[in-house]
């Protein structure tokens, strides 16, 4: 072989190595950006977890109640990794939390402290197919919370015309873990509460907003705080408007 | 297919060429087929532990018997075992893990490289059974007769054992494990079908039809990984240059057969190449039972050929 077929025979080689090493790459990009399932408790961020997931199922293996299902081929999610569908079985919360015990590569936390803590997923109600929004006393959901009055609360709720109230389930964000047994137990034909990915339905509300009636304690550069357990830093001072510059809006309105 | 010239060029050929002759007798057939048969047993007998295991709750030690999978397992609840392949790319796709399949995957490492690293492919990967079935029917209909559709080089595996570490550290997950079809048709075996199975399908229908030995031989990057490792491997097939009359009859049923390269092996008294998955079918059907296995260390290589051949290049 001489020189010039070396450099074409080497060329043709790492052309179809490059070519097939994209594909590949944009096939395994493609899945790890695709449909998230509902990942068992102690699990990491959702890139991570797929990614250092070995796929053996030795969680769905240790669950006692067969909740956990590897994902197969060409179901949403990357093959092979551990999800759970909670209308099927929704996770009882096992106190010693067995799947992540015998995480082998530590995709699930295999020293996950507290299964309270963990966060599976988010439950979401549809008021439009919710019995308790429809004015049944259902509360079905709230009930079968492991952690009822933390995770989900009734309220009362007035209601246009009618002189009842509703009482209505109110999931709150900050308990909820995600194990899904409320959306098991809903008693409408389709779940009318349900486990989601928290991305999917979360909003942020931003730094920048100051929500009046609300302790600014815990934004980072709140504004000077009549909290007295807080020294208040010295008031930034501020230039006061030119007198009469906006009294324009108000010209008139003095009776 | 092509023979290696090293077959006709080699001197010591003067003997009367005896070729291979399945035996009509039933203890005949089954002791040429005696490898092939441990190793079906083996390969069932893994997959069973794990099902066994899985689905009626197997028991060693009041601990699940063999739990997991061949990606990562644990043996009675104290031993555990994992890819090491797998393992690496993780490693090399920046994950963190935890010290249990760090230690899984050495363990495992280290037993199969004693072994001979490709020991997993020919005894234990379940593809081998989809591969050798392949490779029966193709020898039963003849296709193996006519020219591959595809030319692939056989060091296009180590090729693809490169793209996928890159495509790992590139992507930041684990490339090959994400559509291993060797894993996702272990995985579907014990944990329900879905669509993996088509995968080895579609290596079946390669195998058979398009490229002889077309993924273990050519494609898998895991037995490329293997192979890597299988060259300080510890049971080899011995070969006596004594008694082999360059019949051929190994390099046909070989899966492998450019490990089977008569020059190196005549030097090193045994198939030294890392590609030899130990399947044991040449021992077999050897006429001259030139070929066994033996461990590395008891292999003598002859005085007078340690520098007859050089032991370097290939035989094409």
Redesign the interface.
Known sequence: MDRRQFIVAAAQGSAAAACGGLLWYALVEQQARAAVPLRPPGARAERDFAASCIKCGLCVQACPYDTLKLVKTAEPGVAGTPAFTPRDVPCYMCENIPCARVCPTGALDPQFPDIAKARMGLAVIDPESCLSWQGLRCEVCYRVCPLRGKAISVVNHPRQISKHALFVPVVHSDACTGCGICEKKCPTEVAAIRVVDPKLVQGRIGAHYRLGGKPEAAAPEALPSTAPSKPAPAPTPRTPPPAGALDYLNRGATP | MNLPSALTSTPGAARPVRHFEMPASVGGRLRVLRFTIARRLVQFGVLLLFAG??HWGWQALGA?LL???L????FAGVL?L??PF??LQ?LV?G????A??LI?AALTLVAYTLLGGRVFCAWVCPMNVVTDAAFWLRNRFGIGASEDLLRVPARARY??L???L??SA??????F???SPV??LH??L???????L??ALGIFLLDAFAVRHGWCGHLCPLGAFWATLGRVGQVKVAFDDASCTRCGDCVKVCPEPRVLHFGQAAARAMIAAGECTACGRCVAICPERSLSFALRVRVRRPPAAAHAEPTSGGNR
């Open positions: 295991t899985l699940p739990a997991g999978n990606s990562a397992a644990k555990p994992a890819d797998a393992v993780m796709a994950q963190w893990l935890v249990e399949v899984g090729v693809l490169a793209v996928a890159v495509v590139a992507s930041g997950v684990a490339a494990e994400w559509l894993a996702m995985r579907e014990l944990y329900g079908v879905g669509l993996g088509t995968g």
